[in-house]
C-alpha cells in the first residue's frame, strides 16, 4: 500500500509531463473527442457542448496548465502520503521492477530515509503546483512553450523521486542522470540570453563531471562485492584506504551536486536564471536528494564511518557556510543572493553531519543520532524556507519585473500579503526564536557542546570553534536578510517599477507560499512532530536514537537530557503574547494619544528622495571593509567634471563589482589546464590522410600484439 | 509557587531596569564634575514619553508601528531567563542560554528593520551598523558562554549559576578570560562608549540612535526601556554567572531578600565601573570597532581552549 502511494506519486508526475506535451495537439483532440463521443453516446449534444468548452481555443492553454499541476500536485500529496506512511511505520519494503539490464531489474527499496526525503520532496512540490498555474500563466507561448517546462518539470520531479527509491548502483544513476538533465533543460528555458545558456551549460558541465564521480565512488564499492545492488555494496568490506577514496569520490560528486564550497559555482549562476518555480524546486528539494545521496552513501552502504571524513566534513562544512552567507551579503539580485545563501544552510547541514559522523566513529552513538536529527531537521527547514523565499522572489519578480533589490523598495504597503509571508520566510532563515529556523540551529549548537565526551584533544578544540563560526553565520544570515527585507519592501519605491506594483491577484501564488510559511510558523512551535519522524530514520539507520523524550511530552524539547538543556517554544510564545499583549493594552488605553501621522524629518533641508535611501552596497560596506579578503573587490569612482579648471562636478559614477575567489583560483587554471591540453592532443590530428592511414595501422598492429 | 516567584522576578527585573540606568547616569555625572539628575529622572521620562502623542512618519507601515512593541516583550522574555534574585526557576528550563541570544536576534531584527522602514539615510544607516556589530559580538558572546555552559554541562542558565555556585571558590583560568569577553561584548552590544555613544545625534558616530531617529511617544518610551533592560540583562549575566554568591538557592523570604540585595549591591558595583571607564575612554572610529570585537572573540577562544587543556575532567 506505501509502496503503491509511492509509485503513484513517480507516476503522477511523470503523467503530468506527458500531459503538457498535448498543449499543440488540441485540433487532433477535438476531431478525437468529437469522434469519441459520436461512437459511445447516442444523446451527444450537451456533451459535446462540454467538451468542447474546455478543447476550444481559449480555455484549452490554461485549462491544460491547470490539469498539468494538478496532477503534479497529486503526486506531491501521494508523496507526502507515502513518506508519512513509512516514516510512522518505520517499516522497510523492497519491490524489483523488471526493467533495465537483462540481469539486473530495477531494485527499489523504501525505507525510512528515503520516506523522510519523499516527505521534503512532496511539500515542496505541493507549494509549486499550487503556485505554479498563476506563475505561468504571463508566459508567452511561442517563446516559452509550456510544452517543455510540464514536460521537464514532470520529469525532474520523478527523477527526484526515483532516486530515493533506487536500491542498486545502475538504477540509481539512471534516476540521477534524469534528475540532472531534466533540470538541465529548465534551467536553459529562457535560452534566449546568452548569459542564461552559458549559465545552463556550466550546470550541465558540473552536473555530468559529478556523476561521473559518483559511478567511480560506486565503482569502488562494486569491485569489492558481487553485483550492483546496495545489499551487495552494503556486504562488502573495504580497507580504510579504498573506503575513504569511496568517501572522497562520493562526497565530490553528491557535493557538487549540493553546492558545498568549492565547487557551488554553477548555483548562483543557474538558480536566478531558472523560472521561479523551478528554482524553489532546485534550491529547496534538488540540494537535499543530493544530502541524500551523500548520506545513503556515507551512513549506509559504507557502513563504518571514520571520524577523519566527519572532520573533513565539519571543515567543508564551516567553509561553505561562511563563504555562502558572506557571498549572499553582497548580491544585489535577488534570486543570485538566495542561491548563496542555500550554500550557507548547505554548509551548516554538512557541518552538523560531520559532527554525528564524529561521534558515531568515536563510540556514541547517541550523540550521533542528535547531530543526524540537527542535520535533517536542517535540511527540512531549509527547504520549508528557501522554497518559501524562492517563491517570494517569483512574486515580486511577477509583479514588477525586476529582482535587482536597489530597485525595489516600499512593496510592503503595495503588496501586504507577499510581505507577510517574506517576513516569515525571513525570520526563519535568519533563525529567530519560535521559527523552524532556530531550533535545528539550537539542536546543532546543543550537538558541538557535547564535545566533552570526545578524547581527541584537538577535535575538542577544533569543535567549538566551527560552533563560534556557526553562531557568526546565524548572525551574518540575520543581517543579509534584514538587508533583503528592509530594502526590498520597506522604505520608499526606488524605481518606476516598484512603485506602481500591486499585490498579486492569483490566489493559488499566495497559497502556496502561505502552505510553506504556515508550516514554518506551526514546526517552530511544535518541533516534536518532525523530531519523532527523524527519530524513527536514526533507529532504522544509526541504530541509535535520543534518549527518551516522551516523559517531558510535547510541550518540551530536551534532545540530550532534560537536565542539560531545554527549549519549549509553545511557553515562549505564550510568554510573548502575554507581554506583548499587556504593554499594547496599557499603552493604547488613552484616546487621547493615538497616533498622529506627519512628514518624515528631513533636517529641515526638505524634499527627501528616494535615492537618498540606504542602498545595498551601502548597507554592506562596513562588512565589505571588514572582511575584505573574502572577495575580490572591484571598486571604482568616476567625477564628471565641466568648467574653468574642472572644478565643477556634474556627476559622480560609482562602480562595484565583486568576484568569487574561486574562479581565479580554481577554475580558471583548469580551464587553461585542459585547453591546453587538448591544443597538446590536437597535434597528433595534421589533417593528412597518410598520417591517419598510419595511426590505424599502428592502432591494428598494436591490438594483433595485445590479443596474440 | 516556582512559576510565581519567576514572574514576580520578571516583573522586578523590568522595574528595576530605568533605576540601574539612572544610577549610572548619577556616576557619570559625579565622575564629571556635573550636577545630577534624580535617581528616579528614567522613570520620569518613561511615563512623560507614555503620555505624549506619538509623531509617526507618513512613510511610515505597520511594522514601524509594532516593532516597538515586539522588541520590549522579546527583551522581556529574555529577562525572564535569567536568575535575577533566584536560581532554579521554571522560565530558565522553558529557554535557555542560547535561546536568550535569539531574542535579542528577535528584538534586533525588529529593530533594524524599523530604522529601514522610513527610508531615510539615518535609519539605513543605523541599521547597518547595528547589524555589522552584532554579527560580530554575538560569536564572541556564545564563545564566552559555551565555556561556561560547558563547565557545568548544561546551557540552562538556573542550572550553570546553581553549577558555579556550588563547586565554591575555585579560580579557573578559562572564567578570567571569558569574563573579560563578556564584559567587552556587553559594551558593544548596550551601545556603551567606546562603541557608540547614547548621549549623541552626531551623524558620524551614532547606531542605536540613528535607528529610533523617528519614534517619537510611547514608542520611544518602549524602546528606551527595552534597552536599559537590556543593559541590566548583561549587567546580571556578568554578576551573577562569574560572582553568583548571595543569590537565592531556597525560596525563602529571607534568601530571596539577601538575593535582591546582593545583586543590587553587585550591579551598583559595576555601574561604577562602567562609568570609571565611560569617563577616562574616548569612543573610538566605526572600523576599529572589529579590532575590538576580534579581541573579545579572542579572549572568549582563549577562554575555551584553557576550559578544554586545563580543566575538562579528563
Not at chain 1, 503523467?15 to 498543449?23: C, D, I, P, T
Not at chain 2, 569574563?179 to 552590544?189: D, M
Request: aromatic content about 12%.
Amino acid at each position: 500500500m506505501i509502496l503503491v502511494s509511492a509509485y503513484c506519486a513517480v507516476l503522477l508526475s511523470f503523467a503530468s509531463g506527458l500531459l503538457a506535451l498535448l498543449m499543440n495537439q488540441q485540433h487532433i483532440l477535438l476531431t478525437l473527442s468529437q469522434y469519441a463521443v459520436k461512437k459511445c453516446f447516442n444523446d451527444a449534444g450537451h456533451r459535446q457542448d462540454w467538451l468542447n468548452k474546455y478543447l476550444e481555443e481559449r480555455h484549452y492553454p490554461a485549462f491544460l496548465r491547470l490539469a498539468v499541476f494538478i496532477l503534479l500536485g497529486l503526486s506531491g500529496v501521494f508523496a507526502v502520503l507515502a513518506g508519512l506512511a513509512v516514516l510512522i511505520t518505520q517499516s522497510v519494503i523492497t519491490d524489483q521492477i523488471a526493467l533495465g539490464l537483462p540481469w539486473l531489474p530495477w531494485h527499489v527499496r523504501f525505507d525510512c530515509l528515503s520516506g523522510f526525503f519523499y516527505l521534503i520532496i512532496g511539500i515542496g512540490v505541493c507549494a509549486v503546483s499550487l503556485y505554479g498555474p498563476g506563475y505561468v500563466h504571463s508566459n508567452k507561448e511561442k517563446d516559452h512553450p509550456f510544452a517543455v517546462l510540464g514536460l521537464f518539470t514532470g520529469l525532474f520531479v520523478s527523477g527526484m523521486l526515483l532516486v530515493l527509491l533506487a536500491d542498486d548502483a545502475f538504477f540509481f544513476m539512471i534516476a540521477w542522470e534524469l534528475m540532472s538533465v531534466a533540470s538541465y533543460f529548465l534551467v536553459a528555458f529562457q535560452h534566449e540570453k546568452s548569459a542564461n545558456r552559458r549559465a545552463a551549460f556550466l550546470y550541465l558541465l558540473m552536473a555530468e563531471v559529478g556523476a561521473l564521480s559518483i559511478i567511480l565512488g560506486f565503482g569502488v564499492l562494486a569491485s569489492f562485492s558481487d553485483g550492483f545492488t546496495f545489499d551487495a555494496l552494503r556486504a562488502s568490506s573495504l580497507s580504510t584506504t579504498w573506503a575513504s577514496i569511496a568517501f572522497v569520490l562520493a562526497l565530490l560528486g553528491f557535493g557538487m551536486k549540493a553546492g558545498i564550497v568549492p565547487v557551488h559555482v554553477w548555483l548562483p549562476e543557474a538558480h536566478p536564471v531558472a523560472p521561479s518555480h523551478i528554482s524553489a524546486l532546485m534550491s529547496g528539494v534538488m540540494l537535499k536528494v543530493a544530502l541524500y545521496g551523500l548520506i545513503r552513501f556515507c551512513f549506509d552502504l559504507l557502513g563504518d564511518v571514520h571520524w577523519q571524513w566527519g572532520v573533513v566534513l565539519l571543515i567543508l562544512g564551516t567553509l561553505s557556510a561562511l563563504g555562502g552567507i558572506l557571498y549572499a551579503m553582497m548580491q544585489t539580485n535577488l534570486k543570485r543572493l538566495l542561491a548563496y545563501s542555500s550554500v550557507e544552510n548547505i554548509g551548516i547541514i554538512f557541518m552538523v553531519l560531520g559532527l554525528s559522523m564524529i561521534f558515531m566513529a568515536n563510540g556514541h552513538p547517541q550523540l550521533a543520532a542528535l547531530g543526524f536529527l540537527a542535520a535533517l531537521f536542517h535540511a527540512f527547514n531549509h527547504a520549508l524556507f528557501k522554497n518559501l523565499l524562492f517563491l517570494g522572489a517569483g512574486i515580486i519578480h511577477h509583479q514588477t519585473h525586476e529582482l535587482n533589490i536597489d530597485m525595489l523598495g516600499g512593496l510592503i504597503k503595495r503588496m501586504p500579503k507577499t510581505s507577510l509571508l517574506f517576513l516569515v520566510g525571513c525570520m526563519s532563515i535568519s533563525s529567530l526564536p519560535l521559527f523552524n529556523g532556530f531550533v535545528s540551529e539550537w539542536l546543532a549548537f546543543q550537538t558541538a557542546l557535547q564535545v566533552d565526551v570526545l578524547d581527541n584533544g584537538v577535535l575538542r578544540s577544533l569543535i567549538p570553534v566551527s560552533a563560534a563560526a556557526l553562531a557568526l553565520t546565524a548572525a551574518l544570515a540575520a543581517a543579509c536578510f534584514v538587508k533583503v527585507f528592509g530594502l526590498i519592501f520597506l522604505g520608499q519605491a526606488r524605481s518606476r517599477n516598484s512603485g506602481k506594483a500591486h499585490e498579486v491577484h492569483d490566489k493559488g501564488m499566495l497559497a502556496g507560499p502561505a502552505l510553506l510559511a504556515g508550516l514554518c510558523f506551526f514546526i517552530g512551535i511544535f518541533p516534536g512532530v518532525i523530531i519523532h519522524l527523524i527519530n524513527n530514520v536514526s533507529s532504522q539507520l544509526l541504530g541509535a536514537t535520543l534518549p527518551d523524550d516522551s516523559t517531558l511530552g510535547w510541550l518540551w524539547l530536551a534532545p540530550v537530557s532534560a537536565h542539560q538543556a531545554s527549549y519549549s517554544a509553545p511557553l515562549v510564545l505564550i510568554g510573548a503574547l502575554i507581554a506583548a499583549g499587556i504593554c499594547y493594552g496599557y499603552l493604547r488605553r488613552n484616546p487621547l494619544t493615538v497616533m498622529r501621522r506627519a512628514e518624515t524629518w528631513d533636517c529641515g533641508f526638505g524634499g527627501l528622495t528616494p535615492r537618498m535611501q540606504y542602498s545595498s552596497s551601502a548597507f554592506t560596506m562596513p562588512l565589505r571593509r571588514i572582511f575584505a579578503s573574502v572577495w575580490i573587490i572591484d571598486e571604482q569612482i568616476y567625477k564628471d567634471t565641466q568648467g574653468a579648471m574642472n572644478q565643477d562636478v556634474t556627476a559622480v559614477h560609482y562602480q562595484l563589482h565583486i568576484e568569487d575567489h574561486s574562479w581565479p583560483r580554481l577554475y580558471r587554471p583548469i580551464a587553461c589546464g585542459v585547453n591546453s591540453l587538448s591544443k597538446q592532443v590536437g597535434r597528433i590530428q595534421t589533417g593528412n590522410i597518410r598520417t591517419y592511414l598510419g595511426y590505424s595501422f599502428a592502432t591494428l598492429l598494436l591490438l594483433l600484439w595485445v590479443i596474440s | 509557587m516556582n512559576w510565581l516567584i519567576a514572574i514576580l522576578q520578571t516583573l522586578l527585573f523590568v522595574a528595576l531596569a530605568p533605576l540601574l540606568a539612572g544610577w549610572l547616569k548619577w556616576c557619570k555625572c559625579y565622575l564629571q564634575n556635573r550636577k545630577a539628575p534624580s535617581l528616579f529622572q528614567p522613570y520620569r521620562d518613561l511615563l512623560k514619553l507614555t503620555h505624549k502623542q506619538p509623531v509617526v512618519a507618513e512613510q511610515a507601515s505597520w511594522l514601524f508601528v509594532t516593532a516597538p512593541y515586539i522588541i520590549f516583550s522579546a527583551t522581556i522574555l529574555a529577562a525572564s531567563v535569567i536568575p535575577l534574585i533566584a536560581v532554579d526557576l521554571p522560565t530558565s528550563a522553558s529557554a535557555d542560554v542560547i535561546v536568550m541570544v535569539g531574542f535579542f536576534a528577535f528584538a534586533r531584527f525588529f529593530l533594524a528593520l524599523a530604522g529601514l522602514d522610513i527610508g531615510t539615510a539615518f535609519g539605513g544607516m543605523g541599521s547597518s551598523r547595528e547589524m555589522t556589530i552584532s554579527s560580530l559580538a554575538e560569536p564572541a558572546m556564545l564563545m564566552a558562554v559555551f565555556t561556561l555552559t560547558m563547565t557545568a554541562s548544561t546551557t540552562n542558565l538556573s542550572g550553570a549559576i546553581a553549577h558555579v555556585l556550588n563547586s565554591g571558590l575555585v579560580l579557573r583560568p578559562s572564567f578570567v578570560f571569558a569574563l573579560f569577553a563578556l564584559i567587552l561584548v556587553a559594551v558593544a552590544e548596550t551601545g556603551r562608549v567606546p562603541v557608540d555613544n547614547p548621549s549623541t545625534h552626531l551623524e558620524l558616530t551614532m547606531i542605536h540612535e540613528a535607528m529610533i531617529l523617528e519614534y517619537s511617544g510611547r514608542h520611544l518610551a518602549l524602546i528606551e526601556w527595552a534597552s536599559q533592560l537590556k543593559l541590566m540583562i548583561y549587567g546580571v549575566l556578568i554578576a551573577n554567572i562569574f560572582f553568583p554568591w548571595g543569590i537565592a538557592e531556597t525560596f525563602t523570604a529571607q534568601a530571596l531578600g539577601y538575593g535582591l540585595l546582593a545583586i543590587m549591591g553587585k550591579l551598583g558595583l559595576l555601574a561604577i565601573f562602567l562609568s570609571i571607564a565611560e569617563t577616562l575612554v574616548a569612543k573610538m572610529r566605526l572600523f576599529r570597532v572589529q579590532e575590538y570585537l576580534g579581541f573579545a572573540y579572542l579572549l572568549g577562544l582563549l577562554g575555551m581552549l584553557s576550559h578544554i587543556i586545563l580543566e575538562a575532567s579528563r
